[in-house]
Nanobody, 127 residues
Framework: QVQLVESGGGLVKTGGSLRLSCAASGRTFSSYAMAWFRQAPGKEREFVAAISRSGSSTYYADSVKGRFTISRDNAKNTTYLQMNLLKPGDTAVYYC????????????????????WGQGTQVTVSS
């Protein structure tokens, strides 16, 4: 089992940047594919970005492609989401998620694929 703790959220102006971190407990972080999802008030949770166990494969929602970058440091048991050129529409609670997989280079973009979730971190982008 793994526990996930997000950090790095906050209030930023349009066009600004934030970097979210997701720290995972346990010794087998490299066994997990990771992802970021977000949920805005009154809306359903949506996929943002995913990364494979090895970090070699990544996938993004069209709405963030070219602005957000997902990465991971398996030595630090941490996944990151670098968010640039933020827009008010990016305002949401951001969650990281993890699932075990035997595939080194596979990512997953559906919420139901994931077994473990963090508590979320609020990102607010002002206009």
């Amino acid at each position: 089992q793994v526990q996930l703790v997000e950090s790095g959220g906050g209030l930023v102006k349009t066009g600004g940047s934030l970097r979210l971190s997701c720290a995972a407990s346990g010794r087998t972080f490299s066994s997990y594919a990771m992802a970021w999802f977000r949920q805005a008030p009154g809306k359903e949770r949506e996929f943002v970005a995913a990364i494979s166990r090895s970090g070699s494969s990544t996938y993004y929602a069209d709405s963030v492609k070219g602005r957000f970058t997902i990465s991971r440091d398996n030595a630090k048991n941490t996944t990151y989401l670098q968010m640039n050129l933020l827009k008010p529409g990016d305002t949401a609670v951001y969650y990281c998620a993890a699932r075990t997989t035997s595939y080194t280079d596979r990512y997953y973009s559906v919420g139901s694929d994931y077994d473990y979730w963090g508590q979320g971190t609020q990102v607010t982008v002002s206009s």
